[in-house]
């Protein structure tokens, strides 16, 4: 019997067939401009969303942010796909018609504004929730809504400052480090990405949307409840929180290799400390006390670690089950598990750059595991086909590209 579409059963048994996105029926309106919000509606976007992006008339920050390559940015495209867009001029009344025809049909709208800006644009949730009742609408911002710092301005360098994680890490110096990964903007999308999900399944059954507050100052200090439990515990900072105490851990560190490279092990449980020993040819540490700070420990590994490259080392430890790791670059760490294993990498179709290659949102419900996906370049022609979805006739089209309040035809870039 064929494989019918949509059993799980059949699915197990066959990965080919396609499983209906979960999100497939779910129409989102896109208010976003910066990181946080872009990657909430990715994610969105991913799991079968219709998500329908509205932008400004004149392109934003992220449009100009590099890697800029034959005048595209690949910061904005890694995370703008499969999305409609519509250009308005949201000071205009009629805009403001316009983009309410949109929301009076959406399930979930994402903005990431200071809070207040929505309302003085005249789209803020009290307004909004009347002419959508089950609209759910999520703010994501630096502070959340109702905090002392609602208006205060804050980036993920800030916030990872003022939430301890640049604290922890600090160098053996003591001066903290620049963040390698825009951790605040992650977590708080994740946070967004998670609470509209509840949101949804709460709707069945009460059939009323909400307002959701997302912080990225309280998603970033979320990282931190391991250690926060113990200060507020004894109100006192944690031993843990100095970065000394890590840095002199034996089995649970970073050790420089001959070449310059680096290994990270983390041999913590007692049968990984002794598959570690010996396939280090340590025999003599297996009944060296491994757990707590150790710097002569510490500095007996880093000298032996010393003797050859990273290269060898991984080859040694290959198939040693003991939590040993290279410290990947970029390049090696999309080739560290072959993509095609886990369909992490796909392609977006954009007419000027060609295949680009993405990571998509590692989600297990992701409609497209690693199938092409198509960049809406041309915004001038996404409003238009937007309009007229709408109802709205070539005339009334006419008049609002004359009156400035949507685009005109785009002009083809070389």
């Known amino acids: 019997m064929a494989a019918q579409h949509g059993n799980i059963i059949d699915f197990i048994s066959n990965p080919e067939v396609i499983l209906a996105p979960p999100l497939e029926n779910v129409k989102v309106v896109d208010f976003t401009h910066l990181l946080p919000g872009e990657l909430t509606s990715s994610v969105l976007t991913d799991l079968g969303a219709h998500v ?77 929730h009347k002419i959508n009742p089950r609209l759910i609408y999520c703010s994501i911002s630096s502070y959340g809504q109702n905090s002392t710092y609602s208006q205060r301005p804050g980036h993920d360098v800030n916030l990872q400052a003022e939430t301890g994680v640049m604290h922890l890490s600090r160098s053996a110096e003591g001066v903290p480090q620049m963040p390698g990964t ?23 059954r009460t059939g009323k949307g909400r307002h959701l507050d997302i912080s990225m100052f309280d998603s970033v ?29 034996a089995n649970y560190n970073v050790f420089k290799c001959k070449d310059g490279r680096y290994i990270a092990a983390a041999p913590l449980e007692p049968q990984f400390w002794e598959i570690f020993c010996k396939t280090l040819g340590r025999d003599d540490l297996l009944n060296v006390f491994a757990f707590g700070p150790n710097v002569k420990l510490r500095d007996d590994l880093a000298a032996e670690f010393q003797k050859k490259t990273m290269a060898e080392w991984v080859d040694q430890f290959r198939d040693a089950e003991c939590c040993i790791s290279p410290v990947n670059t970029i390049q090696e760490a999309l080739q560290f598990i072959p993509a095609k294993e886990r ?15 993405q990571l998509r949102t590692p989600l297990p419900f992701d409609r497209k595991h690693g199938a092409d996906v198509d960049a809406r370049t041309d915004v001038a022609a996404s409003t238009r086909e937007l309009l007229e979805e709408l109802g709205y006739d070539e005339q009334e089209i006419e008049s609002l590209i004359e009156d400035r309040i949507v685009p005109a035809k785009q002009k083809i870039k070389n």
């Open 52 to 128: 329908t992006r509205v932008e400004k008339l004149k392109p934003g920050l992220a449009q100009f942010l590099p890697p800029i390559v034959k005048g595209e940015s690949l910061y904005f495209w890694s995370v703008h796909r499969d999305e409609k867009r519509i250009a308005v001029d949201l000071k205009s009344e009629r805009a403001l018609e316009i983009v309410q025809r949109i929301i009076k049909d959406a399930d979930v709208l994402v903005e990431n504004f200071r809070p207040g800006v929505m309302g003085r644009l005249g789209l803020g949730y009290g307004k909004l």
């Open 182 to 204: 825009l951790l605040s903007d992650f977590m708080s999308a994740m946070l967004g990405s998670i609470s509209i999900l509840a949101a949804l399944h709460e709707r069945e």
């Open 221 to 249: 200090l979320w990282t931190q409840c391991l250690a926060a439990t113990s200060s507020l515990y004894t109100g006192s900072e944690p031993q843990e929180a100095d970065p000394r105490y890590r840095q002199e851990l």
């Open 343 to 357: 369909a992490l990498v796909q392609n977006l179709i954009h007419p000027v750059l060609g295949e680009v290659p």
